[in-house]
């Protein structure tokens, strides 16, 4: 459908902002199982951030899923909008000049495919936060396994419905060996060189 779409030009850029907040935005995204370790992990990560100094913002799963997209299921197609709208969102927010953290399970390859295309590639960071079914189904935070197991829920990632693990992730952590420390650790030692403004 074509629109009569006008962009006004302000004149405070991204850059600007940036240079104000003396660092560079960008978006940092955990995709993985439910109960695979994202949120904490993200959580993690945003403590130490904001210790430095670094303007950060964390979206959420079930965060948004409560808001923004209270009307979305965990179809496929509702699934690829979320993902398309919190990639619209957290795009805004990395123009702003913020670090986005963002924790979706984000099951489908395309739907993180077409994040990059929203961002742009340079300002896109994926984290797989590698946990077996197993074990989420062992820790089952939110005793969502169980229910899926006695049929009372659907479309549940990992049993009855499909995760499409990253082939290539910037970064990869594998939550059965690697404590949380060290997770955030080698998160922070690969985006702290994107932190610097370029010159
Ligand atoms: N069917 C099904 N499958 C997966 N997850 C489910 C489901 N039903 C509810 N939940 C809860 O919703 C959270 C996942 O929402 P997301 O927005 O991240 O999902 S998705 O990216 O659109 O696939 C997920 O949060 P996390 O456990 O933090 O991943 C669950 O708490
Ligand atoms: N190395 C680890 N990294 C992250 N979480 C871990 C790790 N080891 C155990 N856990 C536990 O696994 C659970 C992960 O839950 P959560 O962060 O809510 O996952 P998700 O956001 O992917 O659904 C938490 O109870 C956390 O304490």
Not at 9 to 26: A, G, V
Not at 98 to 125: G, H, Q, T
């Amino acid at each position: 459908m074509k629109k009569d779409l006008f962009l006004h030009n302000y004149n405070i850029s991204s850059q600007d902002r940036r240079t104000l907040n003396k660092h560079n935005s960008f978006l940092i995204w955990f995709t993985g199982l439910s109960g695979s370790g994202k949120s904490t992990i993200a959580n993690a990560v945003e403590n130490a951030l904001f210790k430095k100094g670094v303007k950060t913002y964390a979206l959420d799963g079930d965060n948004i899923r409560k808001g923004i997209n209270n009307d979305l299921t965990f179809s496929p197609e509702d699934r690829t909008e979320n993902i398309r709208r919190i990639a619209e969102v957290a795009n805004l927010m990395v123009d702003a000049g913020i670090v986005v953290l963002a924790a979706f399970v984000s099951p489908y390859k395309k739907d993180r495919e077409n994040i990059k295309n929203i961002v742009k590639d340079i300002n896109f960071v994926e984290v797989y936060v590698n946990t077996s079914i197993e074990e989420c189904e062992r820790r089952d935070v939110k005793g969502l396994y169980k229910k899926a197991r006695a049929g009372e829920i659907k479309n549940m990632t990992g049993i009855s419905a499909p995760y499409e693990a990253p082939d290539n992730p910037q970064i990869e952590v594998k939550t059965e060996t690697e404590n949380i420390d060290e997770a955030v650790a080698k998160i922070l030692k690969c985006i702290e060189p994107k932190l610097k403004l370029s010159k």
